[in-house]
């Protein structure tokens, strides 16, 4: 068995003695049925993996020793954010997940014209929440100690509006550059990826106007999920660590 990765969101410190979060107990003592002395490695997004192993366990609780201290990067040279139209169903929660695991360090969630979820304000935060840990589960299964951030959603246009030294892309069917032909963005790329149905002639006007340049993956129109997922990966390849 593979040796688990935990993220714990406090100061962690070789020889410490870690109670555990009651999912991250559940998981290893219900889920995986450790047994004591099992060995994990705990990172709490400070750039470092602390190896441990199971210290005590109950129905309830789990406590872990930290054995080490080991400065580990699986950090991309390539930033990127993205800006993800929100879509419905599990497309946002797969977009998530598979950016992280493909190095994406920040993450806009972006209501925008053809957005079909429609939530109050303490649904957002619920969402946020949910998202989150859909974040953490991805930085644990892909060896990541560095958790991308994830920022509240907001409108299309005050996100395209913020200030930044990143070049901006996003795609069309009909752009004649491709990512092959950019110059290699050495403050990293800000990539704005429509929710189901697409942006709206307005919205790639506006991003026209705001500094965003126009690309083009290939001649098969994607879906949202695959449009963002396949971007990364393209701008990986060529100016990240892919």
């Known amino acids: 068995m593979r040796i688990p990765r935990i993220y714990h969101p406090d100061l962690l410190a070789v020889d410490a003695d870690v109670v555990l979060s009651a999912d991250a107990a559940n998981h290893l003592i219900k889920v995986l049925r450790l047994r004591l002395g099992h060995p994990l490695v705990l990172f709490n997004g400070d750039g470092n993996d602390y190896p441990a192993e199971l210290l005590s366990t109950d129905k309830r609780q789990a406590i872990a020793k930290i054995d080490a201290k080991l400065t580990i990067s699986q950090e991309s040279p390539l930033k990127i954010h993205l800006g993800q139209g929100v879509s419905k169903g599990d497309r946002m929660d797969f977009v998530l997940q598979k950016s992280v695991e493909l190095g994406v360090d920040e993450i806009t969630p972006l209501i925008t014209e053809h957005c079909v979820v429609k939530l109050n304000e303490e649904r957002w935060q619920k969402?946020?929440?949910?998202?989150?840990?859909?974040?953490?589960?991805?930085?644990?299964?892909?060896?990541?100690?560095?958790?991308?951030?994830l920022h509240a959603p907001l409108t299309l246009s005050k996100w395209m509006q913020q200030s930044t030294n990143q070049l901006r892309l996003t795609l069309h069917p009909k752009a004649d550059a491709r990512i092959q032909h950019l110059r290699c963005p050495k403050a990293g790329v800000r990539l704005l990826i429509g929710p189901e149905g697409g942006l709206s002639e307005q919205e790639i006007y506006q991003a026209q106007e705001n500094g965003f340049e126009s690309v083009l993956l290939g001649p098969r129109i994607l879906r949202t999920e695959t449009a963002a997922l396949t971007s990364i990966a393209a701008l990986q390849s060529h100016f990240g660590d892919i």
């Open 127 to 149: 969402k946020h929440q949910q998202w989150q840990k859909i974040i953490i589960g991805a930085c644990e299964q892909s060896g990541r100690n560095v958790l991308p951030k």
